[in-house]
């Protein structure tokens, strides 16, 4: 009897220390699991963070916009001596805007810019652009248009002097040219008959110096 007694107990023990095995060996592979995923997930602190690839797919845009600039440089004292003809102005603005050629009156669709003391100065490109025309007019004299982009052109009239040619790239700012008088108007004196036109359609350059031509 005590030897059954005794088997049955070794028996017991050895079941119990089998399923503790089991039960250890399966805790240790669930933790060991744990860890092996968090090392994964977690960067050694000495292992270096490349930077992301750029992608190649979304070409990046570096074009600079040009705002309109002065046609002349920003330091000259200057005065607008034939104002571009608004429905909506100033019966002033409207007045200034009349170009008297003999006895009749013309209304004007630009800007007439002088310097102050009446003498002649260089005339810039307000845009960068392609020249595309050089020509001279029996009333407004030598003049030269400038393409652009956004569809825009700019006009210059009343040169004395030209010193580009049809076809010729300027950037912003390079001299195209010398201000001189015009027949249609003398009564401006030595001036620059500045116009700006969008989509051909004639646009007050006044209110487009220091603009965005993306915003126009």
Not at 64 to 84: C, G, I, S
Not at 146 to 163: A, F, M, P, Q, R
Request: aromatic share 10%; proline share 4%; charged share 25%.
């Amino acid at each position: 009897m005590k030897e059954w007694i005794k088997k049955i107990n070794e028996n017991k023990f050895q079941f119990f220390f089998f399923v503790g095995v089991i039960a250890f060996l399966f805790v240790s592979l669930i933790v060991v699991g744990i860890v092996g995923d968090n090392q994964v997930d977690t960067p050694d602190d000495n292992t270096p963070v490349l930077p992301d690839e750029p992608d190649d797919e979304q070409p990046t845009n570096t074009e600079t916009v040009e705002k309109v600039a002065l046609p002349f440089d920003v330091n000259m004292e200057y005065e607008v001596v034939r104002k571009f003809y608004d429905r909506n102005g100033t019966k002033e603005d409207q007045e200034k805007a009349l170009i008297k050629y003999g006895s009749s009156y013309r209304t004007s669709v630009g800007t007439s810019y002088a310097k102050k003391d009446d003498s002649a100065f260089d005339v810039l490109a307000s845009l960068s652009g392609t020249v595309l025309e050089v020509k001279e007019n029996p009333l407004y004299g030598n003049y030269v248009v400038i393409e652009h982009k956004d569809n825009l052109k700019t006009c210059y009239y009343g040169l004395s002097e030209v010193t580009v040619t049809v076809g010729s790239t300027v950037n912003q700012g390079d001299k195209i040219g010398v201000s001189g008088t015009t027949e249609i108007d003398a009564d401006a004196g030595n001036h620059v008959y500045f116009q700006v036109l969008k989509n051909n359609k004639h646009v007050n350059p006044e209110n487009l110096i220091d603009k965005k031509t993306t915003d126009l």
